[in-house]
């Protein structure tokens, strides 16, 4: 029974407190990169600067609503007209309250831009730059360090600024500024989101979980937990460094008075 337990307990924190916690992490920092952005480079600079990430921080929203079968109602990517409402976007969307895959839908349509994010850096680090990234590392030990995670993110980008052109490191460096300033700040609505998914997602959990167990599938349910363990992390350092990054530029172009 212990043993039931830990294996229950296991999967709710890789797939519930894993996900909810690194979103936090990367949504406060985000929250910071944005402060900086309009410090130092005033309101406008959230449109002219961060309005690719704010367009990507609301398809996010909108992708997940419409795969989880949610009625969307209105998607404003980028509010031109954001000191009257102060919102830089919105996508209003609404379902079933009966319906458990409409409901638990919420804990990835509140958390999507984080991903989404992340996914657009990624591929533009891949195609950009030519880089050949490397995860074979990723979970092949059952150790999992931030250390270790960091040092990865640093090869990649070595390997990557290293494989890339001038011109294609510059483009680059400006999209990864124009999506991390504003893409990874989640507000207090997007996490009030999630947690109208928190429950059903961790039902669905626990069946599956049980499937796995029932099955004798353990040893393929812990290199899950560990995968997505890892991932989770490597993700949430990755934000990180592009954040930085981003923060850093954004206050050399302060000092220089651009905007």
């Known amino acids: 029974m212990e043993s039931y337990l830990k294996w229950i307990l296991e999967i709710i924190i890789t797939f519930t ?18 402060e900086i952005l309009v410090n130092n480079l005033g309101n406008n600079s959230q449109l002219v600067v961060g309005g690719l990430g704010v367009v990507i921080h609301e398809l ?10 949610h009625r969307i109602t209105k998607v404003q990517l980028l ?3 954001y000191k009257n409402s102060g919102e830089l976007g919105s996508v209003s ?22 991903y989404m994010c992340s996914l657009v850096l990624y591929f533009l680090q891949k195609y950009l730059l030519n880089a050949q ?6 979970g092949a030990d059952s150790t999992i360090t931030i250390s270790g995670i ?24 400006v999209l990864t500024i124009m999506i991390a300033s504003t893409g990874y700040d989640l507000s207090d ?14 039902v669905v959990q626990f069946v599956v979980g049980n499937i796995f167990i029932i099955l004798g599938k353990m040893d393929t349910l812990d290199n899950y937990l560990l995968q997505f363990t890892s991932f989770s992390v490597l993700f949430m350092v990755h934000a990180i460094f592009s954040m930085i990054l981003a923060m850093i530029f954004i206050k050399i172009l302060g000092i220089f008075d651009i905007f």
Not at 18 to 31: D, E, K
Not at 101 to 107: A, D, E, S, T, V
Not at 133 to 138: C, E, G
Not at 189 to 202: C, E, M, R, S, Y
């Open 60 to 69: 996010g929203h909108a992708i997940f609503a419409f795969i989880f079968g």
């Open 93 to 114: 969307h609404s379902w079933n309250e009966r319906n458990i895959y409409q409901r638990l839908g919420n804990f990835f349509i509140g958390i999507a831009p984080y």
């Open 79 to 81: 509010n031109f007209h």
């Open 150 to 173: 960091t040092e990865l993110v640093l090869n990649n980008l070595k390997t990557s600024f290293v494989n890339g052109t001038w011109s294609m490191i510059l483009v680059y460096l």
């Open 189 to 202: 609505a997007d996490f009030q989101t999630v947690n109208k998914g928190v429950l059903p997602w961790i």
């Open 17 to 34: 407190v894993v996900p909810y916690l690194t979103a936090r992490v990367v949504s406060w920092i985000g929250h910071v990169a944005k």
């Open 133 to 138: 990234i490397n995860f074979t590392s990723i």
